[in-house]
């Protein structure tokens, strides 16, 4: 199941067909690059008509990506392969591979939120998926692994999916608690354990998570008056495409609780509440990262 959201619900436009020829070109010229930041600079110069061209928008956010979401709670299963030699693709002496795999008939859901340009590649992006589908995801996929059936693509407005978090919010309520449902990623460790600052650290990022994503920007941070939280501290590995490296970052772990008061829950604050539990906060959060859920103290809605 793979829901695929879109900022509005804009008249979809039909884009132009692209110049094979000059797609080929295109194409030599990104294999010359070798850094995230020369290929996001690439494809931020280029004037033609390119599917994936918003994607790698310098100046705003185009896309969010869910994290993937299995619906059973289901074990990872290990196997064990003859290793093969990248020129000759035979068997490699003396080389066992181990690797942990999903099981097969596990379900998993995930979400691609698009916005502004980026709507107009829904239509690609559901070929993309159809295609992955056929050819498989994750590692072995020349071998036949990580194929999957589709169950249904749903498109919804990403409107609806941000009033229902909006919805949640009480204005007669200014403490609010949050429970992360995907780890939050910090800058630092000292973003995570400075308690005594720990508002100004949450009012800023949903201050600039909100500017990120929304058209009409909001400048000012609502003001946090006091903090608690129950801190499940643990590291997250992955290697960023951005840097080019593995990076560990520290983390809030699933289920880290913050009880945030507010001076008052105005509309900018219940916006930029609802804007972070959709959409997540703090690094990473374009990949899944940093999503919450709110609800009163030692009441969960």
């Known amino acids: 199941m793979c829901p695929i959201y879109s900022r509005h619900k804009p008249e979809r436009r039909h884009t132009e067909s692209i110049d094979r020829t000059a797609l080929q070109k295109h194409i030599n010229e990104l294999g010359k690059l070798h850094s995230y930041h020369e290929i996001q600079r690439f494809h931020s110069d280029c004037h033609e008509n390119c599917p994936v061209k918003s994607f790698f928008d310098t100046q705003k956010t185009n896309a969010i990506f869910s994290c993937g979401i299995l619906k059973e709670k289901s074990k990872y299963d290990m196997f064990t392969r003859i290793a093969l030699t ?17 099981p097969s008939g596990v379900e998993f859901q995930f979400s691609v939120s698009l916005f502004d340009d980026a709507i107009d590649v829904v239509d690609k992006l559901t070929d993309a998926i159809n295609l992955a589908s056929q050819n498989g ?5 020349s071998i036949g692994f990580g194929r999957f059936d589709i169950e249904r693509i749903d498109e ?16 007669d309520n ?12 910090f800058n630092n460790s000292k973003e995570a354990f400075d308690t005594k600052n720990s508002g100004h650290v949450f009012s800023t990022l949903l201050n600039k998570r909100y ?5 009409d920007k909001m400048t000012k941070s ?63 959060c374009n990949c899944g990262f940093g999503i919450f859920s709110t609800g009163r103290r030692n009441e969960k809605y």
């Open 86 to 102: 990248k020129d000759s693709r035979s068997a490699a002496e003396g080389m066992i591979v181990n690797a942990e795999c999903i």
């Open 137 to 141: 995801i994750g590692r072995f996929k």
């Open 156 to 171: 919804k407005s990403v409107e609806d999916l941000v009033y229902c978090s909006y919805d949640k919010l009480e204005p």
């Open 174 to 185: 200014s403490k609010v608690e949050i429970e992360f449902q995907t780890p939050l990623i």
């Open 211 to 215: 500017n990120d994503i929304c058209i």
């Open 222 to 284: 609502s003001a946090i008056s006091s903090t608690e939280m129950r801190l499940i501290p643990e590291f997250i590995n992955r290697y960023s495409y951005e840097i080019g490296r593995k990076e560990s970052r520290l983390s809030a772990g699933i289920e880290s609780q913050f009880w945030l008061e507010f001076d008052e829950i105005t509309e900018d604050v219940k916006s930029q509440l609802a804007i972070g539990a959709s959409f997540g906060i703090g690094l990473w």
